[in-house]
């Protein structure tokens, strides 16, 4: 279970990546777009110059390129995490309630106003 010490420091949807995301998402679609011209040379002219340099060099292009994909993406989320333990373990010990934990407090109270509300009261003769 999350508690609201981990919620407060885990970056939130708004956040900027860090460098390392935003240069996964190019070095995927260089990897995308050469997939595509892998697929594309099978319906071209086999004599044309970059149909040639593909059929030639496509596979360690593509095997370069998948490794560096999955480095960006491990590498990426290695220094995240790294970055939020550091922001956990600067934090006070006893940190500020988080807006999670309030608004789990505010839903119990409301259920046990909701609770009380539907108890019979025992009535006056």
Known sequence: ???????????????KPSLLFQLVV???AIFAVTVLSMIAIIFSDPRAPVAQWLDKHGNTLLAAEFVLVIALSLLAMTVDRIQILR???????????????????????????????????????
Not at 6 to 14: E, I, K, L, S, T
Request: proline share 11%; net charge neutral.
């Open 1 to 15: 279970m999350i508690s609201s010490f981990q919620v407060d420091a885990m970056r939130g949807p708004g956040s």
């Open 26 to 28: 190019p070095a995927t």
């Open 87 to 125: 922001q956990m373990r600067s934090l006070t010990s006893d940190p500020p309630e988080s807006a999670v934990a309030q608004a789990a407090n505010e839903a119990s109270n409301d259920h046990k106003k909701i609770a009380e509300a539907q108890t019979p009261s025992p009535q006056r003769r």
